[in-house]
């Protein structure tokens, strides 16, 4: 194994260890915010026996997605066996870094030093705990509930615009197609479909006029950012 992946594969190790002793003693998930789209079925098949655990010991789970898990069907899996033992479970169209809150005590954050998803800063000072489970709250208030049902799950035509917005709002910023898929958590593909619709609407030709015939149309000013 190559030095790096073993580096990985270690600060994976510790970063386990280290969620797992603070899992052991904790009361309450304060929030967990999960972005990018669809999880890992690797990873939803390891989270989930501890999401049970933490329920069979009355700890309350709320976590947010975003809204293109509605059309992920191992995360809904996942989000349906544990939303039956009272996990809740709400999607947002844009989300920020990845965030867990143990009893408002503790947090994890991603570590901007790693690109890898190995990596987290442990937080526990009190005042910066305390902000980002405010951050966290303010982000729960505006998503979505979302039910298991085969009719419910699917992003209805509100969550569709709302996410359609999102797009455009990137794109009008200056955003390429790649990088807005990984913010919103979606294909490259479902970012040019969303841009493609928007021009057939406006009769645009190109990213600038679309832009252009946005701000003259005041189609996203209306919309939260």
């Not at 999960?34 to 069979?56: C, F, H, K, S, T």
């Not at 309350?60 to 009272?86: D, N, W």
């Not at 005590?105 to 190995?118: G, K, L, Q």
Request: proline share 6%; glycine share 6%; no cysteine.
């Amino acid at each position: 194994m190559p030095p790096s992946q073993l580096g990985t594969a270690y600060r994976t190790a510790m970063l386990t260890r280290r969620v797992l002793k603070v899992l052991a003693h904790s009361g309450q998930l304060g929030g967990g915010a999960q972005p990018g789209g669809g999880r890992d079925v690797d990873l939803l098949e390891r989270a989930l026996p501890r999401a049970l655990e933490l329920n069979r010991r009355g700890v309350k789970q709320r976590t947010l997605y975003q809204h293109t898990v509605r059309s992920h069907g191992p995360t809904l899996s996942y989000i349906e066996q544990v939303a039956m033992v009272g996990a809740e479970v709400r999607t947002l169209d844009d989300l920020f870094d990845r965030l867990i809150i143990f009893d408002r005590v503790t947090a994890f954050i991603p570590d901007p030093r790693h690109e890898s998803r190995a990596a987290a800063l442990v937080i526990e000072h009190p005042a910066i705990v305390h902000y980002l489970a405010q951050v966290f709250d303010h982000a729960w208030r505006r998503a979505e509930p979302i039910a298991i049902t085969e009719y419910q799950a699917r992003p209805p035509p509100l969550l569709t615009e709302e996410t359609r917005h999102a797009v455009l709002r990137l794109m009008v910023a200056g955003h390429t197609d790649a990088a807005i898929a990984k913010r919103l958590g979606m294909s490259t593909r479902t970012v040019s479909t969303h841009i493609k619709k928007s021009s057939e609407l406006f009769n645009s030709h190109s990213r600038a006029q679309l832009a252009y015939l946005l701000a003259q149309s005041g189609t996203l000013e209306d919309v939260p950012a």
